[in-house]
């Protein structure tokens, strides 16, 4: 049973609402498709339960959110308040904009406020500073000024650039750190294939051209820190109706590579590479950095969508090879109970009927 958020590697924390499943503060159930999620405290996002660890829970979590005065719901969608302190997110038959802006606007929306209170107190920090300054007779500017500045204002809204933000393994077993500064300079490509997302970005080690799965679980991992103040709820309604047009996520990452990608000819793309990283140059593009709020928050969306459903394909190929291996050993378990006479019945029934098919095909 996991513990940790595995997106942030945050700490889900425990419940003692569900013996079942202790874990997580804040779960969300769909028990028409079988699905449960421990929704991050710390990020917001949803962390899909492993296959083998849900059913009995979901079941408890529905006879709790039955039993529960405290909840509030829409038609699809309802939340209940457990005198455990455990909130249950429980969904219905949601269509896909419903479920969508519910998951999605409360994480990019925590992110929003959570800047927003960190701005605000970093700015005030500044002005009393500058007020102390002031009274022993320096002239510096007000909030305005503070504020005005567009490098503090950078800083405040995107974080310092050179923190490294993710440490990444490729393919290939190398490890590679990625800094604040790269993660926001990286480029969607065109790549060769129209039908492979393509990304390209540097680190500090070296620089990179990934495509396919590699480029979208690179790139999941950079867009927390790309949509790092989140967004507004006209951002996230207009991320989510994109979402919705393009018909699946995968399509999403396509649209916009398609609109937005830069060439990936080879000998253009570590130049190309190098301008995406700069902060001196907001013209490059393709960088994750100029895209619209819209759209950064829609392909951090898709990507998270994709990696779950991925997931999911996951567990029925592992429910389709438990089914096969149960479907072998009752076919040994059933022959072993079956008379001679019984199974020469058979062979004979077998055989007439083989006969009948050649007959018909010499007709």
């Not at 425990?14 to 779960?27: C, Q, S, Y």
């Not at 300054?133 to 305005?144: E, H, P, Q, R, T």
């Not at 008379?339 to 009927?353: G, K, T, Y």
Request: aromatic share 6%.
């Amino acid at each position: 049973m996991f513990t940790t958020c595995i997106h942030c590697n945050a700490d889900l924390g425990r419940n003692e609402a569900f013996e079942t499943f202790p874990v997580g503060k804040r779960l969300a159930f769909d028990a028409s498709r079988g699905r449960l999620w421990v929704v991050c405290h710390t990020c917001g996002r949803w962390n899909l339960s492993p296959l083998d660890e849900r059913w009995e829970t979901i079941e408890a979590a529905e006879r709790r959110y039955r039993a529960s005065r405290l909840r509030v719901s829409t038609d699809n969608v309802g939340l209940a308040r457990l005198r455990e302190g455990v909130d249950l997110i429980r969904i219905g038959d949601a269509q896909r904009p419903e479920m969508a802006a519910w998951r999605y606007g409360d994480q990019f929306g925590k992110r929003r406020r959570r800047q927003m209170l960190i701005t605000s107190a970093v700015v005030g920090s500044a002005v009393t500073l500058a007020g102390g300054i002031i009274y022993v007779g320096a002239s510096i500017g007000s909030l305005a000024g503070v504020w005005g500045n567009a490098g503090i204002r950078d800083i405040l809204v995107h974080g310092l650039p050179n923190t490294v933000v993710a440490r990444i393994p490729l393919a290939d077993g190398r490890l590679i750190s990625v800094r604040r500064t790269h993660a926001r300079g990286a480029v969607i490509e065109r790549g060769a294939a129209s039908d492979q997302f393509t990304l390209g970005f540097t680190s500090t080690n070296d620089s990179h051209l990934v495509v396919g799965d590699e480029a979208m679980r690179i790139a999941a991992r950079l867009m927390p820190t790309v949509n790092r103040f989140g967004g507004s709820t006209k951002q996230v309604a207009e991320a989510v109706d994109l979402l919705e047009e393009a018909g699946d996520p995968v399509q999403v990452l396509k649209t916009l590579q398609q609109r937005f990608g830069g060439s990936s000819e080879a000998n253009r793309a570590v130049s190309r590479w190098k301008r995406a990283t700069s902060e001196s140059k907001p013209h490059d593009r393709g960088t994750l950095k100029n895209l619209t709020p819209r759209d950064r928050l829609a392909l951090e969306m898709a990507l998270h969508e994709e990696s779950e459903r991925r997931a999911m394909d996951g567990e029925l190929a592992v429910l389709e090879a438990a089914w096969r291996e149960a479907e072998e050993i009752a076919n040994i378990a059933d022959n072993m109970f079956v008379l001679p006479s019984v199974e020469a019945q058979l062979e004979e029934l077998r055989l007439r009927s083989l006969r009948e098919v050649q007959s018909d095909g010499r007709e």
